[in-house]
Every structure is written in structure tokens, then in C-alpha cells.
């Protein structure tokens, strides 16, 4: 089975960057046909999705976020990475990493809060 774990700091200074880790266990950042995503959930709102990354390190990203966002894979870490800049009260959010065909397995989330 196939299990997701975030990783990363829980209090970020506005204007800074936010870095969270999604370690994957149980399978692997490489395989041929599962993308990786990042969806966060905004306090009182709904899901967000902010990005992907797909088998083949191609990239996809929420247009609103494209300027600010980055989303990598790390194989030897069996890691797939978020880096959020220039970071606001808004970006204020429990982070998810997902991963799967079809958002099939899903971490925990990690709650970011962005404040000085």
C-alpha cells in the first residue's frame, strides 16, 4: 500500500519561501503511470489544487501560483518536493500531498501558517 507523509516547517514568515517534502512509501516517485500532486485546504474554504508533477518530471501548475511555485521529484529520496515564494497570510493552509492515477493515496496534510 501505498502511503504519503509531508514534511516541513509549520510556521513560515510572510515573504519567505515555504518548503514541504512528501516521502512515498510502499512505492515509488518513479513510476511510469502516477502523478504527484500538491492540493491545499485554505481555513473555511475548499480544496485547492496547487500543482503536479507527472511520471515523466513534466510540470503542471495552478496558473494563479505558476510565478511562485515549484514542484520536483527527488528519486533518491523516493521524495517528490513543494517550494511556495514569497509566501502571504493567504497561503495560510493544511497541505496535502497526493499521488496515485487519480488522487488515489493521500497524506495526512501539514498545516502552514503563514505569520510574522
Known amino acids: 500500500q501505498v502511503q504519503l507523509q509531508e514534511s516541513g516547517p509549520g510556521l513560515v514568515k510572510p515573504s519567505q519561501t515555504l518548503s514541504l517534502a512528501c516521502t512515498v512509501s510502499?512505492?515509488?516517485?518513479?513510476?511510469?503511470?502516477?502523478?504527484w500532486e500538491w492540493i491545499r485546504q485554505p481555513p473555511g474554504k475548499e480544496l485547492e489544487w496547487l500543482g503536479a508533477i507527472n511520471a515523466r518530471g513534466i510540470t503542471f501548475y495552478k496558473p494563479s501560483l505558476k510565478s511562485r511555485i515549484t514542484i520536483a521529484k527527488d528519486t533518491s529520496k523516493n521524495q517528490f518536493t513543494l517550494q511556495l515564494s514569497s509566501v502571504i497570510p493567504g497561503d495560510t493552509a493544511v497541505y496535502y500531498c497526493?499521488?496515485?492515477?487519480?488522487?488515489?493515496?493521500w497524506g495526512k496534510g501539514t498545516q502552514v501558517t503563514v505569520s510574522s
Open positions: 497526493v499521488g496515485g492515477v487519480a488522487y488515489d493515496y
Open positions: 510502499g512505492g515509488s516517485v518513479a513510476a511510469t503511470n502516477y502523478a
